[in-house]
């Protein structure tokens, strides 16, 4: 597996590619997707306290680490801060109790969910100080060792130079949404330009009855040539580009093939072909209008 390694005080690497567990309930479900994926190779798990699900991962994991003889330093565990816990202390107490939930000690990765707080209106000027505060009580989780590394996710470029004007401790990740209709070119060369690590959610384009990513003429055309499926594509053209993809998925064929994109690559042709997909378009939150 790929491994990044992540800006931070603490030596952290990250694969590249994890398991997204949005949606994912119920631990008789869960504990047959872990199994299925720890089996595969994937060693790298992104859930937010938001999904309700951070304590059939953590029962799950106490179960399957021995089976699979690994360790807790083995699996790379990323949660997030819900956005009602945005703030002074609310934040600390909200991560130790995701760590708790977790049953792991500490997290590989906390992000903060959404640059906004529930509750309030996007344009509500409070929210820019309720989300340096969250981010002043991770930075101080991050020194104690509790967090190895921090970030953010549906941050904007605005909301991503406010943090670094007044941050003592910089964004080692920005998790957002990302595929070939929404490429976000001037986001990703921000983050590279400022050493932080761009992670993809949806992929795949969410998961929804009336996917219009996984069918795409262009992706189904380009998988065709290529003898792989349209999701293969679509991860590929990301890590490609050292983008991190966290794909979701409870179907076991699937999570095999979701980490079956590291022995082929795509020529530059179509790379530039999937890019120019772009249209822009938001499957999931659109973080435009939070100040
Ligand atoms: P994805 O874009 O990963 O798509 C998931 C959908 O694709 C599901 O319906 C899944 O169905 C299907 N799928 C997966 N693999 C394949 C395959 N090989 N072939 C065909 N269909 C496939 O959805 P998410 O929006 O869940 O994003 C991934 C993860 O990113 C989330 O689970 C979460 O961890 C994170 N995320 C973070 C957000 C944030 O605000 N920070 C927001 C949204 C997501 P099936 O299960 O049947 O395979």
Not at 149 to 166: D, P
Not at 264 to 278: H, P, R, T, W
Request: proline share 4%.
């Amino acid at each position: 597996m790929n491994l990044v390694k992540l800006s931070c005080l603490h030596h952290v690497e990250m694969p590249i590619l994890g398991l997204g567990t949005f949606k994912l309930k119920g631990k008789d479900l869960m504990y047959k997707t872990l199994e299925t994926a720890l089996a595969a190779g994937y060693r790298s798990i992104d859930t937010a306290a938001v999904y309700r699900n951070e304590s059939d991962i953590g029962d799950c994991l106490k179960e399957l680490l021995p089976k699979f003889n690994l360790e807790r330093k083995d699996i790379f565990i990323t949660s997030k801060l819900g956005p009602k816990d945005q703030g002074k202390g609310k934040c600390k107490e909200a991560c130790l109790r995701s760590i708790e939930n977790l049953q792991t000690g500490y997290l590989d990765l906390y992000l903060i969910h959404w640059p906004g707080t529930q509750g309030k209106k996007p344009e509500d000027q409070s929210n820019i100080q309720q989300r340096q505060e969250s981010w002043n009580d991770l930075e101080d989780l991050h020194k104690e060792g509790k967090l190895r590394a921090i970030g953010v996710s549906n941050y904007e470029q605005r909301h991503l130079e406010e943090l670094l004007s007044t941050c003592s401790i910089p964004p080692a990740v920005l998790q957002i949404e990302f595929h070939p209709h929404l490429v976000q070119s001037s986001l990703v060369s921000f983050c590279k330009q400022h050493n932080i690590h761009f992670q993809a959610y949806s992929s795949l384009g969410t998961t929804s009855d009336d996917n219009k990513l996984l069918t795409d003429l262009t992706v189904a055309d380009i998988a065709a040539r290529y003898d792989k499926n349209p999701a293969q594509i679509l991860l590929r053209w990301a890590i490609q580009q050292d983008i991190g993809v966290i794909p979701k998925s409870t179907n076991p064929t699937h999570i095999k093939e979701n980490i079956d994109i590291f022995s082929f690559s795509l020529a530059e042709s179509d790379m530039c072909k999937l890019s120019n997909l772009d249209s822009q378009h938001h499957y999931c939150w659109n973080p435009a209008s939070v100040t």
